[in-house]
DNA sequence: CTATGGCACGGATT
DNA sequence: AATCCGTGCCATAG
């Protein structure tokens, strides 16, 4: 991607709408390389550094993270846990913990993707067996307050509070979440998560005293130390304990969430992803004047440039002493002026123009904020653009490649504001889970244009493939309605 | 005759 | 200009 290219010749566009086109269209990941790349070529230019969450890699702004924020309260406290295993993990093996570290180098999105279903739904399906109601109320609050690792960041008295029930009980639901599908889950840090999995591979027939060791009580010393001073700690063999750390690399996983644990599954009844860092956060707030909501983005927070003072300094000095003439290159001086103006004042656009469709985007999907995806309101983009008053091909690139967080945690694509088909998809899932009889595509149709969405039965039909539903001769025969 | 899937056209998106 | 998606028309299966 070139951003240095000399300013176009077409007279009608000028350099600022070139440069703030192109950066508008482009993903936080790519975003981030060009300012990177910029930074590298423009000695004007200057990156003030910003906090960043040890867990999902946003920018903080504050001592906390605005995208772990909700539902999960997640603070600071937890870096100092985070931090060094990251490093053990990142010098022992790059094969076995190679996920942790594309994720966090944040250079491969796809292996971030996930299966069929979140595993929030895959955790709440197995509760749902064991759990009695007021117990699974709980645990769904703990299912929605996990990070993005999988991991428990509330603090346990919290939900004693909010649910009014006393600490051993929720104590109790805890554990039991850690022995679910993907063991470890719900564990508060990867040595903990770990040592859940230990346990449970002894419970199998599979034990490993020395892992255990070394995991309870040198975890932290991994990284600092040599393995062999490990070793010696907790009276060992460097063999032994290099067997030990195979084992640990062969049998466990400190991030069970980003395993693919949903790999048997029969065909997607849908197709929940998890998506990578979002570009913009809608978060509840009824204090605000927005009706209730508030929009941040925070990579305009993470990205403070501004051009460089010293730069300044030495051209105004280049320029007093005289040394400094068009002629022996003092004109590379004011060019790498003006391209680092244009390209802040392009990065700004930017985040004017996010904030700017965001706000209108909530105004007009609130409805679905609220209850869902099934009162997403149809809307193109040629119509928010009338409504913002840009060119429909702005809303166009500010659309692609983003994603936006919900106030109910949940990340997803900013292009699903602009999909018709989400809601009508809800609404075929919820008349086909209430039919007695199966319906037939003309008449699903006919229930959608009910409710307000006039849809071709040929339409429904695709759909309804889509979503992985049989058709209604055979929904007749085999009654395989798939779980709402 | 009814319910569905295949193919192709036209409008929206990129 | 190239591509995706909703829809209409038609053939086929029951």
Request: aromatic letters at 6%; charged letters at 25%.
């Amino acid at each position: 991607m070139e951003l240095s290219q000399a300013p176009e010749q077409r007279p009608t566009i000028t350099p600022q709408l070139i440069m703030a086109n192109m950066l508008l269209q482009l993903s936080s990941t790519e975003l981030e390389q060009a300012i990177a790349q910029e930074m590298a070529e423009n000695p004007a230019l200057e990156l003030l550094e910003v906090q960043r969450c040890p867990k999902c890699g946003l920018a903080m702004p504050d001592d906390y993270c605005p995208s772990c924020a909700s539902p999960a309260r997640a603070r600071l406290g937890f870096q100092a846990e985070m931090e060094n295993p990251a490093r053990w993990e990142y010098r022992v093996d790059r094969t076995s913990f190679s996920e942790y570290d594309a994720a966090d180098e944040r250079d491969d999105l796809t292996s971030r993707l996930a299966s069929n279903t979140t595993l929030a739904d895959h955790l709440l399906h197995q509760l749902r067996l064991s759990l009695s109601s007021r117990d699974l109320q709980i645990a769904t609050y703990l299912v929605e307050s996990l990070d993005d690792h999988g991991f428990l960041c509330c603090d346990p008295d919290e939900v004693t509070s909010v649910f009014g029930v006393d600490r051993t009980r929720v104590e109790n639901i805890v554990s039991g979440m850690q022995e679910l599908d993907p063991v470890g889950i719900a564990a508060r840090d990867v040595r903990e998560c770990l040592l859940i999995q230990l346990e449970h591979l002894r419970h199998e027939g599979a034990e490993q005293p020395l892992a255990k060791a070394i995991i309870q009580d040198h975890w932290e010393a991994l990284g600092r130390q040599p393995l062999a001073q490990t070793a010696k700690a907790v009276g060992a063999t460097i063999d032994e304990a290099r067997a030990a750390m195979q084992f640990i690399k062969n049998n466990l996983n400190p991030f069970p969430a980003h395993a693919h644990w949903a790999s048997g599954h029969e065909s997607p009844p849908q197709r929940t992803t998890i998506y990578p860092r979002p570009d913009i956060i809608i978060a509840n707030s009824p204090a605000s004047s927005n009706g209730g909501y508030e929009i941040e983005l925070p990579e305009a927070q993470a990205y403070r440039l501004r051009v460089s003072a010293s730069y300044l300094k030495a051209m105004e000095d280049l320029k007093a002493n005289k040394t400094l003439s068009a002629e022996e290159g003092g004109g590379q001086w004011e060019a790498f002026l003006a391209k680092a103006q244009l390209f802040i004042k392009s990065i700004e656009q930017r985040w004017r123009t996010l904030h700017h469709l965001a706000l209108c985007v909530v105004n007009y999907q609130r409805d679905f904020l609220a209850y869902g995806d099934r009162y997403l309101r149809p809307l193109t983009r040629a119509e928010l653009a009338a409504m913002i008053g840009v060119h429909e091909s702005t809303v166009s690139r500010a659309v692609a490649n983003k994603y936006v967080q919900l106030p109910c945690g949940r990340i997803i694509p900013l292009a699903r504001f602009f999909d018709s088909s989400t809601a009508v998809k809800e609404i075929i899932k919820e008349l086909i889970a209430q039919e007695s009889e199966p319906l037939s595509d003309r008449e699903i149709a006919e229930g959608l244009a009910q409710r307000g969405h006039h849809i071709a039965r040929r339409t429904v039909s695709k759909y309804r493939n889509a979503l992985g539903i049989l058709p209604a001769s055979l929904r007749r025969r085999y009654r395989t309605v798939p779980t709402a």
